[in-house]
């Protein structure tokens, strides 16, 4: 067993020499390849850090936001870790902002190298015309939050632009599961009705679907086009409230080969480091033979790579 996968990360400053040593990027270079990232309007951004400093109401228990900086560090940040692409998820929680949010993200995308050009939907008339826009601007995500959001995904005004998508080939990543509280049309059986009319469409599940990561799975299973995004799962804190099947390493095994796990984060509206999200992908590695470092390498780079390319 190789360093990489035998000495844990055990701080921040561990990420960039660990990401290094792992020669994930194409010439040998390194980077990490981000797909669950939040940046947001400022105005907005402190609003949902409001919510956070109210978690003990909101969730039952802290959430002290890691990150809490001015954009410019928060940025440094990443790409201080060795993060070459990621990207900025924005979502509305009600009808009439995700157009302007759509916007938003395309724009702040185009001023940041490192930014993938994002879009996000709410059920409402004019959802394919701004989806239709973002696309022509060469949108490659979308995201999705039904539990913010509280709107049903299989609402029929969403479902010419579920069918867009798929035809388009745009991965959509939705916060669709029951944490780390259930929303009015959360669930994994949901979504998955969605896909059961749109088995093209390629759906990413936030979280991994926590805390039904066995739904979840199933839903992989059922149809190819689903993957999962890591984003807190396995986390000391998460493992509090939503911990992992004991089998979750060997039930990666076929996923992990077929690139459909990817690397989500949720920075900078965690809280811990940025180190834990690693260390838990890095343990989920060591503790099966069959995964090692080619699963480090398709899960930090390779897969969200595939999802986030161009074409």
């Known amino acids: 067993m190789t360093p990489a996968l ?3 990360l055990t701080s921040d400053e561990d990420v960039a020499p660990w990401v290094r040593s792992l020669r994930l990027g194409p010439d040998s270079r390194s980077g990490l390849v981000d797909v669950h990232v939040h940046f947001l309007p400022d105005r907005m951004l402190q609003k949902v850090w409001a919510y956070f400093d109210d978690a003990v109401s909101n969730y039952g228990y802290d959430w002290p936001i890691h990150y809490r900086a001015p954009e410019p560090e928060r940025l440094a940040t990443l790409r201080s870790f060795g993060v070459e692409a990621f990207a900025p998820l ?6 009439d902002m995700a157009a ?4 938003w993200a395309l724009d702040w995308a185009a001023e940041v190298p490192e930014a993938v050009p994002t879009a996000t939907l709410f059920p409402e ?8 826009d973002a696309v022509d601007r060469g949108v490659r995500l979308v995201k999705a939050h039904v539990q913010v959001g509280g709107y049903d995904p299989r609402d029929p005004l969403l479902d010419p632009a579920w069918g867009m998508l798929a035809e388009a080939g745009i991965p959509v990543i939705a916060h669709c599961g029951d944490g780390p509280i259930p929303g009015r049309h959360t669930g994994i059986e949901i979504i998955g009705e969605v896909m059961d009319r749109h088995p093209r469409l390629p759906l990413v599940l ?7 990561y066995d739904a979840a799975l199933r839903l992989v299973e059922r149809h190819p086009a689903v993957r999962l995004d890591t984003t807190m799962v396995g ?14 390493s060997a039930r990666l095994v076929d996923l992990a080969g077929a690139g459909r796990v ?4 949720d920075f900078p509206n965690i809280p811990y480091g940025y180190w834990r999200q690693l260390e838990a992908i890095r343990g989920w590695a060591a503790a099966d033979d069959r995964l090692g470092e080619p699963f480090l390498r398709s899960v930090l780079y390779d897969a969200p790579a595939a999802l986030v390319r161009h074409g």
Request: proline share 15%; charged share 15%; glycine share 8%.
């Open 6 to 8: 035998e000495v844990p």
């Open 90 to 95: 924005v979502y509305p929680h009600k009808p």
């Open 100 to 103: 302007w949010l759509t916007g």
């Open 262 to 265: 990817v690397l989500g984060t």
């Open 125 to 132: 008339e004019s959802v394919t015309t701004y989806l239709s």
């Open 206 to 212: 936030a979280h991994a679907g926590l805390p039904d």
């Open 235 to 248: 986390t000391p804190f998460t493992e509090g409230f939503a911990p992992l099947p004991a089998d979750w």
